[in-house]
């Protein structure tokens, strides 16, 4: 069973607000106000529940939050709203934006909420406010992987920061990606089309599970990439390392492929038919690890 915390953070209440889920005990996404305007709170902690629900993706989970406004809206107040049409005998149902998003992602998943005491030295309740925090700081305004955001920092590039710029200026614009994966002694290299996410920093692509090397990222979630920019003398290239996962968040899906068709043309139907549970693809996501430029215009890189 996949377990979530959820949290979110608005300062001043209302005012610029994040959220975040830590997943399996790990930082996984944060997110923010859609329209970056300012927020409160309890609209934060909404939304943080809404992620955790579209990434468990009808597989049985356990969300803890320290929301008992949202656990008693999800299992008491909505349906009875619902039924009446989205009315209260009390006036106005508040946030109801997000009431109508979360109640039948609830409806459809295999989810356990349970509340638990905020800042009471819930180690992992208190790593999601960390990171609600921290999204509210950034101003994130949509569901970015948080493994991803350590391409924005300084620690695991190799090369000056203008290096790092520049190779994913190169990679945004950028076609084929030679991938290489392996499962013990079994190595194998695939050619895919993919994206750099120009948000999470993160390279996506589209591939079906029977694939060869999508079979060896379900025993190993890492991989090696190489993309050739210019491939007459001097050569122009980027290459690195990192983890993998398959995306199952759908406001993430919706952002990469709004990209993909828009560098394709492809993939129009893709995010709906992913809501659907009917693609034959799975949408994967790289977060490099380690990124250098090639750039023999430049100088020679091993």
Sequence with gaps: MISYFTDGSASPNPGPGGYAVIKDGQPYIIGGEPSGADTTNIRMEGLAIVAALRDANGAPCRISSDSEFWINVITKWGPAWQKNNWKKKNGEIKNLDIVQEVMPLYAKSEAELVWVRGHAGNELNELADVWANEARKRA????????????????????????????????????????????????????????????????????????????????????????????????????????????????????????????????????????????????????????????ERSSAKD
């Design 140 to 295: 994130i305004t949509e569901p970015v992987l948080v493994a991803s955001l350590a391409i924005a920092n300084e620690t695991t590039v190799t090369g000056a920061a203008d290096e790092a710029d520049r190779a994913w200026q190169l990679l945004a614009d950028a076609r084929v990606m030679q991938l290489a994966t392996h499962r013990g002694d079994d190595i194998w290299a695939a050619s895919v089309y993919f994206v750099a996410d120009p948000t999470s920093r993160t390279i996506c692509w589209l591939s079906e599970p029977q694939r060869r090397h999508s079979q060896m990222l379900d025993a190993v979630p890492r991989a090696a990439f190489a993309v050739a920019i210019e491939t007459d003398i001097p050569v122009v290239g980027v290459q690195g390392t990192g983890s993998v996962q398959v995306i199952q968040d759908q406001a993430i899906v919706q952002r990469v492929m709004k990209h993909y068709v828009q560098k394709y043309g492809q993939g129009v139907d893709f995010a709906a038919r992913f809501e659907q549970g009917v693609n034959k693809h799975q949408l994967y996501a790289l977060s490099v690890d380690e990124l250098q430029l090639f750039d």
